[in-house]
């Protein structure tokens, strides 16, 4: 009877485990399909020739290089370009905390050995 509660509660440990790492793969897939849309607003708002921030261009180059080539490319000529907000998020949070200077580098431009 002993082993028997305990192979069930080592089957249970093991599901919580299995739930749990099928819970982060969803969660790491969402994350990536949250930010292929917003790749793909970005270029479709780059191709009909409207006004897209740098930010948002950026963004698109960091996440998928290929899609913004095309976007460029097959980008056409707009007489009347819809200006459009930001639509990435991840440059707001790092402009938010970068630092003024960089590390070990004064506001001269020469490097702080001494630091």
């Known amino acids: 009877m002993k082993i028997t509660n305990w192979n069930m509660h080592n089957d249970l440990k093991e ?3 299995q739930l749990n790492d099928t819970k982060k793969q ?3 897939e969402a994350e990536a399909m949250k ?3 917003q790749c793909m607003v ?3 708002r780059i191709m009909k020739g ?3 921030p740098d930010a948002d261009h950026r963004f698109l180059f960091k996440n998928d290089p290929s899609l913004y080539t095309q976007a460029v490319t097959l980008k056409v000529k707009n007489d009347n ?3 459009h907000k930001r639509l990435s ?3 707001k949070q790092e402009e938010a905390g970068a630092p003024a200077a960089q590390d070990g ?3 001269t431009g020469e490097l702080n050995i001494e630091a």
Do not use: G, S
């Open 105 to 107: 580098v004064e506001e």
């Open 26 to 28: 969803v969660e790491a």
């Open 35 to 37: 930010i292929k849309k």
């Open 15 to 17: 599901m919580r485990r």
């Open 81 to 83: 370009p819809k200006k």
């Open 42 to 44: 970005i270029a479709r």
């Open 50 to 52: 409207d006004k897209v």
């Open 89 to 91: 998020e991840d440059e």
